[in-house]
C-alpha cells in the first residue's frame, strides 16, 4: 500500500500484487498482502463477519462484490456506493490482482441508479476491468450463493463456500475496509449503518465501534418512545424487544442496519412463538401445497432442500427411528440457509418452516447424523422465474409505509463511551492484551487474534481509558 504523498502510482504497484511475495508499505512497513488485512481486523462488513484474513489467502477465478442490499430497508451499501465509488474501485482492483482473478464483477440491483452511475465513472477513472452486474429486484438476491449463481452460472455445493466453484465474494464496505488498511494503514474502528422505520427519516450514520444501539436510534429521532428493533434486515436480523436488552446492543463490526418499529408489529410478534408452538402447527395445518419448496432459494439452485417433506414429518420426530430414517425425514433441513421466505412469504397457512428446519439441524446435530453433501448441484430450470419481488416481500411483512424512503444525510456520533466485544467475528473470541486504567488511542490493538483458530483482531474505537475488561468485551470510557 501507498502512503499519501509517495510518488510510486497505485496501478504499478498493483501488478506486483500477487499471492507470493506481494507486500505493502505503510508508514515504513513492509509487510505481506494478508497480514495487513489480519493486522486491520477486517471481517465480512455484510454477514457473519468471517474473518477476511482467510477468506482471500487464496486464489479464484471470479471476484466478486456483493452490493445487492440483500434484505429490504437497508440503506448502507447503496450509500457506500455513492459515497466512496473511487475507493470501492481501487479496492475491487487491488483484491482481484491478489486473487489473480480473470474478473471481477460488482454486483446490485439494476433499480439502483444512482449507485450504477457512480461506480461506472469510478471505473472509467481508474481504468479498471470491472463488470457492472445488474440483478433483478428480488429476495434474497444478496445471498452469497444467490449471487454466485446469477453471475456466475454455478452452483455453490451444499453447506459450500463459493471458493468451491472458483469464486471469492466480499461486502461493499469490507472491500472499501481493505483499501483504507492497504493505503492509510487503517483499522477496522469505525462503522457506517442505517436507521429505519419509525424514525423522522432514515439516516445514514458513521460511528465508533461499540456505540450504543439507543445513542444511534436517538440520533436518527425515533417517532416513537416504546419500540422493539431488529439489528439487520426484516427476514434474518436479530429481533430485540425487551427494553433492558435493547439497553445491552451495541454497534460491531458487522452492524449494517437498525430498524425501529412499534412493539406489536407483525415481524415482532411473530419472533416469540415459541418452537413447541411452532411445531404443533406444522403437525396440524401444513396443508403440503409444497411453495415453501418451489420458492426455497436453495432448493432452485439445486440443492437437497424440500422444506415441505420436513414439515410433513415434524409428527415423527419422537416415534423409534434409525438414524436412516431420521436422515430420510429430516436431513434436507440441514441445507436451509435461514433466509425466511418460506416463512414470510411462501406458506398460505403462515406457517414456519425456517424455524422448523433450524429446531431439526440442532437435532441432527445432537445425533451425530452428517448428512452427505452433492457436490455437483445443478440449478433447476425455474430459477429464474421462481425469484419474489422485493415489493411483494415488503407489502407481506407490512413495511409498506417505510418502503421508498431513502437516506440523504450521514451524522457522525461521538459517544462518551464504547463497550468493544470481544468476538464480532466467526471463529473464537480474540484475547485482550490490555489492562484496565491503560490508556489507548483509535486503532490500538486492544484483544489480538487467537491464532489457535478462526479470530480477528480488535481495535480501540476511541480515544480514553479503559474502565473494564470482562470475558464478553472491553469498555473504554473517552478521556
Not at 219 to 231: C, E, K, M, R, W
Not at 291 to 299: E, F, G, H, I, N
Not at 441 to 465: K, Q, Y
Request: charged content about 25%.
Amino acid at each position: 500500500m501507498i502512503e499519501k504523498g509517495c510518488h510510486l502510482g497505485i496501478l504499478s504497484l498493483i501488478k506486483k500484487w500477487y499471492y507470493h511475495g506481494e507486500s505493502v508499505i505503510c508508514k515504513g512497513v513492509t509487510m505481506n498482502f494478508i497480514e495487513a488485512i489480519k493486522e486491520a481486523g477486517i471481517v465480512g462488513a455484510g454477514g457473519a463477519g468471517f474473518p477476511t484474513h482467510i477468506k482471500l489467502n487464496t486464489k479464484a477465478e471470479y471476484f466478486i462484490v456483493n452490493a445487492a442490499e440483500c434484505e429490504p430497508l437497508i440503506e448502507t451499501d447503496k450509500y457506500l456506493c455513492r459515497i466512496f465509488a473511487d475507493e470501492l474501485i481501487k479496492g475491487v482492483m487491488m483484491i482481484s490482482a491478489h486473487l489473480e482473478a480473470k474478473k471481477a464483477v460488482i454486483a446490485l440491483k439494476g433499480k439502483y441508479k444512482a449507485e450504477i452511475t457512480a461506480l461506472k465513472e469510478a471505473i472509467a477513472k481508474n481504468g479498471a476491468d470491472i463488470e457492472i452486474f445488474e440483478l433483478r429486484t428480488f429476495y434474497p438476491a444478496g445471498d452469497e450463493q444467490i449471487i454466485v449463481q446469477q453471475v456466475t452460472g454455478r452452483s455453490v455445493p451444499e453447506r459450500g463456500i463459493p471458493i468451491e466453484v472458483g469464486a471469492v465474494v466480499d461486502n461493499v464496505g469490507t472491500v472499501i475496509g481493505i483499501y483504507e488498511a492497504l493505503t492509510k494503514g487503517k483499522k477496522t474502528t469505525e462503522k457506517y449503518l442505517s436507521v429505519v422505520g419509525e424514525v423522522k427519516e432514515p439516516i445514514m450514520l458513521k460511528v465508533p465501534i461499540g456505540t450504543s444501539i439507543r445513542e444511534c436510534i436517538q440520533s436518527a429521532n425515533p417517532t416513537i418512545s416504546d419500540y422493539a428493533i431488529i439489528l439487520g434486515g426484516p427476514m434474518m436480523g436479530r429481533v430485540v424487544a425487551e427494553n433492558d436488552l435493547i439497553d445491552a446492543q451495541i454497534v460491531t463490526k458487522t452492524t449494517g442496519n437498525i430498524i425501529v418499529l412499534p412493539k406489536d408489529h407483525y415481524l415482532i410478534r411473530r419472533s416469540k412463538v415459541s418452537i413447541d408452538r411452532i411445531k404443533h402447527q406444522a403437525r396440524s395445518a401444513c396443508i403440503q401445497c409444497r411453495m415453501c419448496t418451489d420458492l426455497c432459494p436453495r432448493y432452485q439452485i439445486g440443492h437437497r432442500i424440500k422444506p415441505h417433506l420436513v414439515m410433513r414429518n415434524v409428527w415423527r420426530e419422537h416415534t423409534e427411528l434409525s438414524t436412516e430414517e431420521f436422515e430420510k425425514s429430516f436431513g434436507d433441513a440441514a441445507n436451509c440457509c435461514d433466509c425466511g421466505l418460506c416463512e414470510m412469504f411462501s406458506c398460505p397457512m403462515g406457517l414456519s418452516p425456517r424455524k422448523v428446519n433450524g429446531y431439526m439441524k440442532g437435532k441432527l446435530r445432537e445425533k451425530g447424523i452428517n448428512v452427505e453433501k452433492n457436490p455437483n448441484p445443478v440449478a433447476r430450470g425455474t430459477v429464474d422465474i421462481s425469484k419474489v419481488p422485493t415489493d411483494r416481500l415488503i407489502a407481506r411483512l407490512n413495511l409498506g409505509q417505510y418502503n421508498g424512503l431513502h437516506a440523504h444525510s450521514c451524522i457522525t456520533l461521538h459517544p462518551q463511551e464504547v463497550f468493544i466485544p470481544l468476538s464480532q467475528h466467526i471463529g473464537k473470541p480474540a484475547k485482550a492484551v490490555k489492562n484496565i486504567g491503560d490508556n489507548v488511542t483509535i486503532g490500538d490493538v486492544i484483544a489480538a487474534a487467537d491464532d489457535s483458530g478462526l479470530s480477528a483482531n480488535i481495535h480501540a474505537s476511541v480515544h480514553g481509558i479503559i474502565k473494564d475488561i470482562t470475558p464478553l468485551g472491553i469498555r473504554i470510557s473517552v478521556n
